[in-house]
């Protein structure tokens, strides 16, 4: 028969063993985990009449974007940077005697262009991509006082 502190020890090894396997299992499956979420997809495509089309995001995202346009908060994050300061010969905002000298000089319609398409050091559309050519023609009209 074998000794106490023989068989002490054989229980204390057989629980050590036992231990390293049952950390290494949950390492190595904490490790697959996270090598999943690593490799999953950051997002998907959702075409118009497929059955994830009518969920919240694409209610929230097209319909929401057009109802909250704002001509005022499109200056202040397009255009205010040059115009608030006349920066690269940028009519200032607070001018109102250069754009009712430049309206009626060109016309309230060649001034749209001219945002629409760029003039001088201004880019086409002003820095502002996504906005369409009635939305740039509302930023010219607060801009500028004018009405079409």
Known sequence: MLNL???????KLGL???GISVAGAVLAQ???QQIAERLQPVGSVCLAGEPCASGAASSGSAGSAAAAF???GTYEQYCAMCHNTGM???PRRDDADRWAARVGEVGL???INNAINGINAMPPRGMCATCSDDELAQVVEYLS???R
Do not use: I, M, P, T
Not at 5 to 11: A, F, M, P, W
């Open 5 to 11: 502190g023989l068989k002490s020890r054989v229980v």
């Open 16 to 18: 050590l063993v036992l």
């Open 30 to 32: 904490s490790r697959d």
């Open 70 to 72: 704002s001509a005022e």
């Open 88 to 90: 690269a010969g940028a």
């Open 109 to 111: 319609a060649e001034v």
């Open 145 to 147: 006082g004018a009405q």
